[in-house]
């Protein structure tokens, strides 16, 4: 078995995508220009990479070219956090003078909710949380709190919504996601939208450039590109120019 775990080409589309997407908040023609050559040119090279292991392959092996993810650009940043303080699911402490509130750490026994990873939010239930303030009882009613919180949020300009999707955790094994340690609410972003920093309270702010594949939902794309897998195979039993297509 040889495996090569090749990550170049993600980081070139994480700075160049959005200078090549015309979607892109900073996109303009001329840096368009060089930013699709860059592209174009970081293809040919993974196909040259490619291209020398196949020549090194005899009719017996089989060769796999699978990534985990695509990428796509960031329209806009969304921020958390901000976000469940502006529906009182989070306290923030009061800040020291001549320094933003928003900079503060939130105060959990002040917090029916915190945050838990990038995609999860955790209910501050007592008895498992070491300053837990909603009883067992209020358990669901705090979930559908959190679930109003990421449906309801919008961008302000376009009226679209921040969140794709967002599941309770009791509802989540149906895509696969359950287990103790897991978030008691799950969600993902909508295309477009990607987790960072805004400027004082405002919860949503057009993007600044970059691109990504964690945060959006899987589908998220653009006619450039999209979030989407690649999975490639050449070899004995397979078949020969098979293609296919996902909707």
């Avoid at 860059?38 to 020398?52: E, F, H, K, P, S």
């Avoid at 358990?139 to 969140?163: N, S």
């Amino acid at each position: 078995l040889f495996y090569n775990h090749w990550h170049f080409p993600d980081n070139v589309l994480h700075y160049w995508l959005a200078k090549a997407d015309p979607l892109s908040p900073i996109y303009n023609a001329e840096g368009a220009t060089v930013a699709r050559q860059i592209l174009a040119r970081t293809c040919q090279i993974a196909d040259r990479l490619i291209g020398g292991l196949m020549r090194c392959a005899d009719e017996d092996t089989l060769v796999i070219v699978v990534a985990d993810h695509g990428n796509t650009i960031n329209q806009w940043r969304a921020n958390l956090g901000k976000r469940l303080k502006e529906v009182g699911l989070i306290a923030y402490e009061e800040p020291p003078r001549g320094q933003p509130a928003y900079e503060s750490p939130p105060v959990l026994h002040n917090s029916k909710a915190y945050i838990y990873g990038g995609l999860q939010i955790n209910v501050n239930l007592k008895g498992r949380d070491p300053q837990g303030v909603v009883g067992p009882a209020d358990y669901e009613k705090v979930q559908e709190a959190i679930l109003d919180a990421l449906y309801d949020w919008r961008e302000p300009t376009t009226g679209k919504r921040v969140v794709a999707l967002a599941l309770k955790k009791q509802d989540a094994s149906l895509i696969g996601y359950w287990g103790e340690r897991c978030g008691d609410v799950l969600f993902v972003y909508n295309a477009g939208f990607a987790w960072g920093e805004t400027k004082g309270w405002e919860t949503v702010r057009r993007a600044e450039g970059g691109a990504n594949h964690g945060p959006q939902i899987p589908t998220a794309g653009t006619e450039l590109s999209d979030n989407l897998s690649v999975l490639l195979l050449a070899g004995p039993g397979l078949k020969r120019g098979y293609r296919w297509e996902s909707e």
